[in-house]
Structure formats: structure tokens, C-alpha cells
């Protein structure tokens, strides 16, 4: 698989930034774009589709048993942009996201961990 060139991860970063918008800045995915830039090219290539939450929701809730996760700061800019999206009502007005509901990534992540032990 041919990997993004410097060229394309900077393209990708303007064009997020632009739909973040100045009050959302501080959510720009820096960790997401420097681990896993190809997601990033996707999540720009599908910004304000209705197939944005349905990717979202692949990434972070999978039930192939091979995958381990994304690091919990990365998990956390994803839940962020999902909830940018949601919140601008880019998104599919019937099927919203995985993460309708929760107002804070931390705290159900710890709900996560408390479940699991």
C-alpha cells in the first residue's frame, strides 16, 4: 500500500482545519495525523457525508478479534471529530454515530476500563 506523501498530509491537515473551523482548532488531530495518516486522508476525503459516522463507528467499535485499538489519545481526537461532526449536522439526520449520547470521551473510557474489570 503506497504511503501518503508529506504533500498529502499537509493538504489533509488545511482542508480539516478549514472544517473545524477557528472554534474547534484545538481539536485538530495532530496524534491521529502523525500515527495514521492514511485515516486521516479519509476522514477529510468524506468530511459532510452521511458515511463519515458510519466510518467512525468502524474505527472505534470493531468486532474483528485481530485489532487492538488506537492509543487512548488518539481514541480521543477521533471521539472529538465524530462530535464536531455530529454537532455541525453534517451527518445522516437518521443514523448519527456510535457516540450519540456521550458528552465526554474520558469518561466512558473510564466506564470502559471499570466494566472490563
Do not use: C
Not at 504511503?3 to 482542508?15: H, I, L, S, T
Not at 468486532?63 to 487492538?68: A, E, F, G, T
Not at 443514523?95 to 465526554?104: E, F, K, R, V
Amino acid at each position: 500500500m503506497e504511503q501518503p506523501g508529506v504533500a498529502d498530509v499537509a493538504a489533509w491537515r488545511e482542508q480539516l482545519k478549514a472544517f473545524l473551523g477557528n472554534d474547534a482548532q484545538q481539536y485538530y488531530p495532530s496524534r491521529l495525523e502523525a500515527s495514521f495518516p492514511r485515516i486521516l486522508g479519509k476522514i477529510v476525503s468524506i468530511w459532510g457525508k452521511p458515511e463519515l459516522d458510519a466510518y467512525f463507528n468502524e474505527l472505534m467499535v470493531t468486532d474483528r478479534s485481530d485489532r487492538q485499538g488506537f492509543p487512548d489519545d488518539v481514541a480521543v481526537e477521533i471521539f472529538h471529530l465524530s462530535s464536531i461532526h455530529s454537532g455541525l449536522h453534517l451527518s445522516d439526520k437518521d443514523g448519527g454515530t456510535g457516540w450519540t449520547g456521550i458528552q465526554d470521551a474520558e469518561v466512558y473510557r473510564k466506564a470502559l476500563q471499570k466494566d472490563a474489570e
